[in-house]
Nanobody, 123 residues
Framework: QVQLVESGGGLVQAGGSLRLSCAAS????????MGWFRQAPGKERDFVAA????????LYGDSVKGRFTISRDNAKNTVTLQMNSLKPEDTAVYYC????????????????WGQGTQVTVSS
């Protein structure tokens, strides 16, 4: 059972930056695809970014391309999401997730989830 714990959320003004971190408990962390999703009130959980288990392959949702950067450190069992040029529409609960299935933007393909961290962007 992989346990994921997010940190780094908070309140920021539009145009600002936040950095989210996710720590994984599993020693085989390096074999999972790691992703970030977000969910705003009354909306579905949307894909934000994913990082392949090896190498530098990454994938981003269209709304965050060029503003967000995902990175992982397999030695430390962590994955981070650097969020720049934040907009009010980025306000949501952000979830870290791990997938054994493979490369996917679908939440249903992710096996483990963190508890979420709130990101609020004021205008």
């Amino acid at each position: 059972q992989v346990q994921l714990v997010e940190s780094g959320g908070g309140l920021v003004q539009a145009g600002g930056s936040l950095r989210l971190s996710c720590a994984a408990s599993e020693r085989t962390f390096s074999t999972y695809v790691m992703g970030w999703f977000r969910q705003a009130p009354g909306k579905e959980r949307d894909f934000v970014a994913a990082a392949m288990w090896i190498g530098r392959s990454t994938l981003y949702g269209d709304s965050v391309k060029g503003r967000f950067t995902i990175s992982r450190d397999n030695a430390k069992n962590t994955v981070t999401l650097q969020m720049n040029s934040l907009k009010p529409e980025d306000t949501a609960v952000y979830y870290c997730a791990a997938s054994r299935v493979g490369w996917s933007t679908s939440a249903s393909d992710y096996d483990y989830w963190g508890q979420g961290t709130q990101v609020t962007v004021s205008s």
